[in-house]
């Protein structure tokens, strides 16, 4: 019943998206791959058997054009389920300068260029065939000149990060980018919304020097138990004067949305707040 539920719930969110044809087509899709996605236990093997576009999507009055391998999977999450923004608890202003950290197709990049004309991106992504799917995707909107793509890991180097590099040469050759170096490289002094999903590599922004959080307005990020301790993760959030808006699990992982408190003075009775869990 839960995946009908969730089924039934997306199918909504892609009419609203990229109009009744497309989820028609998915939902098609779902009955041929009803077996596999029993199996499976996820949405994917629908996800996969709709090609890699492009898609045309639609969120309020922005809207863009994706493409990508298996691109459907991330357009149904970032711009069907809103996971990033949530019905704008995060907002992307004009003349906004966001940091995409685990840049992936950069589904996420386009939905927060499509914001305003105005907003400019900073993509990281270690791998090569998905740095220039990033590209491909943002050259077809017109966007490009506000694009800045850095390939490169960053953050803690965990056992995802090594498994990356045995896949061969689309990873191989990506540096390790440290936070100073990525910091003086973008040369900014404000991040007005940081997403992070690098699978467990996050926890390097608790460290006591990291100047990422400090400059950092609103943050979307991808949190993994197998990283490190969520719940301290988010409550240091608080100890620096961000809300938690909204905490999504899903397994091992969770995506929390924060954004800076607005009273500077309040932010010390903050800090002894506790972050419900689930």
């Known amino acids: 019943m839960n995946v009908l539920l969730k089924i039934a719930a997306d199918a909504a969110g892609i009419t609203r998206v990229c109009g009744i ?28 058997a709709m090609g890699d576009g492009p898609f045309r999507a639609k969120r309020a009055r922005s809207k863009a054009t994706l493409t ?94 090594k498994s990356a590099l045995k896949q061969g040469s689309d ?29 467990g590599s996050e926890f390097f922004l608790l460290e006591p020097e990291s100047r990422l959080l400090s400059m950092t307005d609103r943050l979307a990020i991808e949190l993994h138990k197998w990283g490190g301790d969520v719940q301290a993760f988010l409550s240091h959030l608080i100890r620096i004067g961000f809300e938690i808006g909204h905490v999504e699990w899903s397994g091992g992982c969770c995506i929390a949305l924060c954004r800076r408190s607005a009273p500077a003075a309040s932010r010390s009775r903050a800090a002894s707040e506790s972050v419900p869990l689930n």
């Open 68 to 161: 990508g391998t298996q691109v459907f999977s991330n357009l149904r999450e970032i711009w069907v389920r809103d996971v990033y923004l949530k019905d704008d608890f995060l907002s992307v202003p004009k003349n906004a300068v966001v940091v995409d950290l685990g840049a992936n197709l950069g589904v996420f990049t386009s939905l927060a260029l499509a914001q305003h004309d105005s907003v400019r991106v900073i993509a990281v992504e270690p791998s090569l065939k998905l740095l220039e799917s990033l590209r491909k995707c943002v050259g077809a909107n017109g966007w490009l000149e506000r694009l800045t793509p850095i390939r490169g890991f960053i953050g803690n180097f965990t056992e995802t990060q």
């Open 171 to 199: 990873y191989a050759d990506a540096p390790m980018i440290s936070e100073s170096d990525l910091i003086s490289r973008i040369a900014i002094s404000k991040i007005d919304l940081l997403k992070c999903d690098i699978e």
């Open 21 to 48: 044809s497309v989820a028609a087509r998915w939902l098609m899709l779902i009955a041929i791959n009803f077996p596999a996605i029993l199996k499976s236990r996820n949405l994917q093997p629908a996800d996969r």
